[in-house]
């Protein structure tokens, strides 16, 4: 049924934090690697060692430029993946019921054997969070790594998303967004976590850290250099050869 | 958004197609026999022609049939099951028509709301999604709704009413694109909304995730021919409203008609491509594109 549920009794999702992402690119990597050799239809490249490849990824690392009014400017790393929406467009769409919404944690997902490539979910998803694969003709999206996160095949530690099980900078975190109590609603709370197009009204699961403050050090009047004393230039006089070419070419 | 020609060709000819179902149905003109079977003849082409090629950008077309099941939700399977109730009404209506000489009325009735039921629900799979401002406004189903019956009424050589209609459906089009011009930036969306980062400061976009090109990209991200949008639009206007008109006000004959109603569909299908070429997708924000 493609209808959203009113109500799910979990609410998994990731956080995402954009302070310490360093945008390397793994979670992009081993979501690919999980997800093509597990779960559905492989995710598929066209022309991957050709003069224009492209491929099926679901999740993504973005890089934006960001220009305070005043001071340096800062890049922030972006990873996006779906956001498993509680008002999720994409779903009641879904002319077929392939796209449905869990129950049980509210996990977004695609049944590829009734799913017949309209594609009209993807349209109706702002985030870009879904893809057709152009060599299986079905939607591909994150499964939240669905068949890692319930597997008792495999050690605990592993059971969590392929992206946030390897993220290098702790960058990402899984757990249930709808328990206040939990690590990631703790996280947020304390961080002040955000939606992605509140405007939208698709009210998001998957919650964005913004950036802390940066260091402000070029601004600042104060000299906070504390060897500056002793770099200082010695010779307020210069003489020699030196002296003589910077005095004759200012004369020139 | 990228123009399948699928697609345009598709809502261009099914459009046609159902609004002469309408005039079919509703009586006008009250044909019999071998001509009804004509009218009918055009109107079904028309309609299932452009239905069948709009199966050609499905991955998997052999699964059309599920498409009927989540009526409850989705505007593309309400519009399956209208497609259907208009084809199977119409067929009856059709045959009492032609082979029987009898005009059923409530059946010709019930099949005339369907086919305009086809249309709306087509002009709802776009105009529901608010990730393109452009389309997500009630302007797109009257858009085409207009279109379908002035066109409708153009081919069932209702000339009056089409001179009317046609009128009509142009101040629309118009209409359309001049509130569509400003919808992206009327919609709150933008690059700060989009990365929540707009409370740092200007956001751009720095480095794109991969170094080539992917779905999301082509499929959401067209640019082209959009420097030719005004001409276009002026083509596209003379053409499916101006020239037609003309040449219903001068006295009738068939080759006037004929070139009203391929001026017309020449007309349809260049506002069609602009309705895709010139739509822009929320998804381009976040690489820096629109």
């Given at each position: 049924?493609?209808?959203?549920?009113?109500?799910?009794?979990?609410k998994l999702g990731l956080?995402?934090?954009?302070?310490?992402?360093?945008?390397?690119?793994?979670?992009?990597?081993?979501?690919?690697?999980?997800?093509?050799?597990?779960?559905?239809?492989?995710?598929?490249?066209?022309?991957?060692?050709?003069?224009?490849?492209?491929?099926?990824?679901?999740?993504?690392?973005?890089?934006?430029?960001?220009?305070?009014?005043?001071?340096?400017?800062?890049?922030?790393?972006?990873?996006?993946?779906?956001l498993h929406?509680?008002?999720?467009?994409?779903?009641?769409?879904?002319?077929?019921?392939?796209?449905?919404?869990?129950?049980?944690?509210g996990?977004?997902?695609?049944?590829?054997?009734?799913?017949?490539?309209?594609?009209?979910?993807?349209?109706?998803?702002?985030?870009?969070?879904?893809?057709?694969?152009?060599?299986?003709?079905?939607?591909?999206?994150?499964?939240l790594?669905?068949?890692?996160?319930?597997?008792?095949?495999?050690?605990?530690?592993?059971?969590?998303?392929?992206?946030?099980?390897?993220?290098?900078?702790?960058?990402?975190?899984?757990?249930?967004l709808?328990?206040?109590?939990?690590?990631?609603?703790?996280?947020?709370?304390?961080?002040?976590?955000?939606?992605?197009?509140?405007?939208?009204?698709?009210?998001?699961v998957n919650q964005?850290?913004?950036?802390?403050?940066?260091?402000?050090?070029?601004?600042?009047?104060?000299?906070?250099?504390?060897?500056?004393?002793?770099?200082?230039?010695?010779?307020?006089?210069?003489?020699?050869?030196?002296?003589?070419?910077?005095?004759?070419?200012?004369?020139? | 958004?990228?123009?399948?020609?699928?697609?345009?060709?598709?809502?261009?000819?099914?459009?046609?197609?159902?609004?002469?179902?309408?005039?079919?149905?509703?009586?006008?003109?009250?044909?019999?026999?071998?001509?009804?079977?004509?009218?009918?003849?055009?109107?079904?082409?028309?309609?299932?022609?452009?239905?069948?090629?709009?199966?050609?950008?499905?991955?998997?077309?052999?699964?059309?049939?599920?498409?009927?099941?989540?009526?409850?939700?989705?505007?593309?399977?309400?519009?399956?099951?209208?497609?259907?109730?208009?084809?199977?009404?119409?067929?009856?209506?059709?045959?009492?028509?032609?082979?029987?000489?009898?005009?059923?009325?409530?059946?010709?009735?019930?099949?005339?709301?369907?086919?305009?039921?086809?249309?709306?629900?087509?002009?709802?799979?776009?105009?529901?999604?608010?990730?393109?401002?452009?389309?997500?406004?009630?302007?797109?189903?009257?858009?085409?709704?207009?279109?379908?019956?002035?066109?409708?009424?153009?081919?069932?050589?209702?000339?009056?009413?089409?001179?009317?209609?046609?009128?009509?459906?142009?101040?629309?089009?118009?209409?359309?694109?001049?509130?569509?011009?400003?919808?992206?930036?009327?919609?709150?969306?933008?690059?700060?909304?989009?990365?929540?980062?707009?409370?740092?400061?200007?956001?751009?976009?720095?480095?794109?995730?991969?170094?080539?090109?992917?779905?999301?990209?082509?499929?959401?991200?067209?640019?082209?021919?959009?420097?030719?949008?005004?001409?276009?639009?002026?083509?596209?206007?003379?053409?499916?409203?101006?020239?037609?008109?003309?040449?219903?006000?001068?006295?009738?004959?068939?080759?006037?008609?004929?070139?009203?109603?391929?001026?017309?569909?020449?007309?349809?299908?260049?506002?069609?491509?602009?309705?895709?070429?010139?739509?822009?997708?929320?998804?381009?924000?976040?690489?820096?594109?629109?």
């Open positions: 049924m493609t209808q959203l549920p009113t109500h799910t009794e979990k956080v995402i934090d954009l302070d310490t992402c360093v945008g390397c690119h793994a979670c992009v990597i081993s979501c690919k690697g999980w997800n093509t050799e597990n779960y559905g239809a492989p995710l598929s490249d066209q022309d991957p060692y050709g003069a224009d490849p492209s491929g099926t990824f679901l999740n993504r690392v973005h890089s934006y430029e960001v220009q305070p009014a005043q001071g340096d400017a800062q890049l922030i790393h972006f990873p996006k993946s779906c929406c509680e008002d999720a467009p994409c779903v009641t769409v879904c002319p077929t019921g392939a796209s449905y919404k869990r129950v049980e944690d996990i977004v997902l695609v049944n590829e054997s009734d799913c017949i490539g309209c594609g009209l979910c993807a349209w109706a998803c702002p985030y870009g969070a879904r893809e057709m694969d152009a060599a299986e003709g079905v939607m591909k999206k994150c499964t790594c669905v068949d890692r996160i319930y597997n008792e095949n495999l050690p605990e530690v592993d059971r969590e998303p392929s992206c946030v099980r390897t993220c290098p900078s702790n960058a990402r975190h899984f757990g249930d709808g328990d206040p109590n939990s690590d990631v609603s703790k996280l947020v709370a304390e961080r002040g976590g955000m939606d992605l197009m509140p405007e939208q009204g698709t009210k998001p964005y850290l913004p950036p802390r403050l940066k260091d402000r050090l070029a601004q600042d009047e104060d000299q906070i250099d504390i060897l500056a004393p002793y770099l200082a230039p010695v010779a307020t006089e210069t003489k020699g050869f030196l002296s003589w070419l910077d005095k004759t070419l200012e004369k020139l | 958004m990228h123009p399948a020609p699928s697609v345009i060709f598709f809502s261009t000819f099914s459009g046609l197609g159902f609004g002469l179902l309408i005039f079919l149905g509703l009586g006008m003109p009250a044909t019999t026999g071998f001509s009804a079977f004509i009218f009918f003849a055009i109107a079904y082409l028309l309609a299932v022609g452009g239905l069948i090629s709009s199966t050609f950008h499905l991955g998997h077309p052999e699964r059309a049939l599920k498409a009927f099941s989540q009526w409850r939700s989705s505007w593309l399977s309400r519009e399956a099951w209208c497609a259907v109730a208009a084809l199977v009404l119409m067929a009856i209506y059709g045959a009492g028509l032609v082979f029987f000489g009898q005009r059923w009325t409530i059946i010709g009735l019930l099949g005339a709301i369907a086919s305009l039921g086809t249309v709306f629900t087509t002009s709802m799979i776009y105009g529901q999604l608010k990730t393109i401002p452009r389309w997500n406004s009630p302007l797109t189903p009257a858009n085409f709704l207009s279109l379908c019956i002035a066109g409708g009424a153009l081919m069932a050589g209702q000339t009056t009413a089409a001179i009317i209609l046609l009128a009509i459906a142009g101040a629309i089009q118009v209409a359309t694109w001049l509130r569509g011009d400003t919808a992206f930036a009327d919609s709150g969306t933008n690059m700060a909304t989009a990365t929540g980062l707009g409370n740092i400061g200007t956001v751009r976009a720095f480095e794109p995730p991969h170094t080539g090109t992917n779905y999301l990209l082509r499929e959401f991200v067209h640019e082209i021919g959009r420097k030719h949008a005004q001409k276009l639009r002026i083509i596209a206007i003379v053409l499916m409203a101006v020239l037609p008109i003309f040449f219903l006000l001068i006295p009738f004959n068939h080759i006037m008609a004929l070139l009203a109603v391929v001026a017309h569909v020449g007309g349809v299908l260049t506002a069609r491509w602009l309705f895709f070429a010139e739509a822009e997708h929320v998804v381009g924000l976040y690489y820096g594109k629109r």
